[in-house]
């Protein structure tokens, strides 16, 4: 990703450089196009989780970094406009938790952590209007919905240090999350910042193998809803 940053960042250079007569006409164009790429920072909201009798109420979100690459559509209207977007996006986290609840406060805590890489096509549908638009400065605000497409086959999800064993998790492929966030653009460089809260449960369900004390063996259930919050940063170039 910092190759791709290298390059978005030369490109617009680039083109401003050599093309300075056009800026004007660029941001007074009815429909523009673009490329960006960033980083996001993931978290869970957690509605509810429980492992057999155990109700776990505190987890702790461990926050790292991801990355994504996206092209969009501007279609203007004066200071108005909507955005249509495609993205991919590589988001990553960890959450852990004592996984004795807090029925034993005085226990030393056994934690156990939940580590997800989540691959998405993600389509933004957003409503912007362009507060500052003098010459080649402009700053706009922006909100709307995404849509995204879990990638099931490219994902990795681990549990680590559970007591169940063959512990399986399967996400809902389809999902949505709410976006909001400004943009900030010198020439046709822009700098993109957004927060997105997740709308919906991503968790389907969350299977492991329990053995019986006949020594047969069933499938049961871990309680595991979860929402997927994100915080994101972008550098593009809009033409």
């Known amino acids: 990703m910092k190759k791709i940053a290298l390059f978005l ?3 617009g250079w680039s083109f401003s450089c050599f093309a300075q007569e056009d800026v004007k006409n660029t941001h007074e164009n009815k429909v523009n196009f673009g490329i960006k790429g960033g980083f996001n920072a993931s978290m869970y ?3 509810e989780f429980k492992i057999k009798d155990i109700t776990i ?16 559509l501007r279609i203007n209207m004066k200071k108005h406009f909507i ?59 922006f909100f709307g919905p995404k849509f995204k497409y879990i990638l099931n086959s490219k ?3 681990e ?14 492929p389809v999902n949505m999350n709410a976006v909001a966030g400004v943009g900030v653009n010198i020439s046709n460089i822009f700098f993109d910042f957004r927060y ?24 049961a259930n871990i ?4 929402r997927s919050n994100l915080l994101s940063f972008s550098l593009g170039v809009i033409f």
């Open 83 to 141: 955005e249509p977007e495609l993205s991919y996006h590589v988001s990553k986290s960890e959450i852990s938790f004592d996984k004795r609840g807090s029925q034993h406060p005085d226990i030393e805590p056994d934690y156990a952590s939940v580590n997800s890489t989540i691959h998405t096509i993600e389509m933004p549908l957003l409503y912007g209007y362009n507060f500052i638009k003098e010459g080649p400065y402009g700053m706009a605000f």
């Open 223 to 226: 309680i595991f809803k979860r």
């Open 45 to 47: 909201y957690i509605d």
């Open 159 to 172: 549990f680590t240090n559970f007591d169940q064993e063959g512990i399986k998790e399967k996400l809902y």
């Open 155 to 157: 994902s990795k999800l």
């Open 57 to 72: 109420n505190e987890v702790q979100n461990n926050y790292k970094v991801g990355h994504f690459g996206a092209i969009f």
């Open 9 to 11: 960042f030369v490109l």
């Open 196 to 219: 997105e809260v997740g709308l919906r449960n991503i968790s389907k369900s969350v299977t492991y193998i329990e053995s019986n004390s006949d020594g047969t063996e069933e499938v």
